[in-house]
């Protein structure tokens, strides 16, 4: 059987890589809509990058980004909750919820969600209890430290076994609070109390992430290491650099890639399945 995740019902097949786009539910801090505003953005978005052929949604209420502060319980439902609704009734595909919060959790999946992201790989208090509970697929990701500090002085003895070895833990704790291992994805965190140096050497070592048994989550897309390597300042410049990074990990393995921009990355892929799809060469004679 080919891997896949059954997401509340939802499936998301793992065949060949698949992507994940990525809505945030933020209020713009330039615009000043409102909530109103930035859910019908978030909706409007989520639609957009359905037609430009996302497999799954990611959406989230609070930045995770370095420096980010934190955000309430109930701002985070206001922003997500509407948002999930409108989604899950509108679009066919898988919808994920990027949150640390059990509360979130559960109420993202009643309004729609099959799939749990969570940046906290489940440490929060109460958070593995609800996600074995709701029984819908779980991304456990690396970060060191929190989103407010991480990036200050990022260190390890060696960042691709320290991660892999976090993984594998969390791995065990979803499993000892019922969590089936089907239901598990690993992602390494890219950017999440990592330098440019950290990040480089789990993108080129990642397949050693396969080796827990589970689907592999990437995310680079438009991170602070593409804008080094690149020389791009500005986020948006960064697609060209993203795309580069995520066919990388899908040829060492990952088989979800979380991107802001859907069809350069769908395009993308298409070339690498293309690739992927011709038979192995014949062992020497
Ligand atoms: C919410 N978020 C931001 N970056 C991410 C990444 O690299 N992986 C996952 N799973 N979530 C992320």
Redesign the pocket.
Known sequence: TSPQLDCAGRILRLDVPRVMG?VNVTPDSFADGGEHATVDAAIAHGLKLVEEGADVL?V?GES??PGADDVSVEEELNRVVPVIEALAKRVPIPISI?TSKPEVMSAAVAAGAGMI???YALRREGALDVAAELGVPV?L?HMQGEPRTMQANPQYDDVVADVHRFLAERIFAAEMAGIVKKNIVV??????GKNAQHNLQLLAQLRRLTELGVPV?????R?KTIGELTGRDDPHDRVFGSVAAHLIAAQNGATIL?VHDVAATVDALKVWNGVAAMPAPRAEA
């Not at 992602?187 to 999440?192: K, Q």
């Not at 989550?217 to 897309?221: I, R, V």
């Open positions: 990525i990611d989230g995770t980004r990027d992201n969570d940046v991304v990701m992602d390494p965190g890219f950017g999440f989550l990437a995310g680079l897309s991170k979380r």
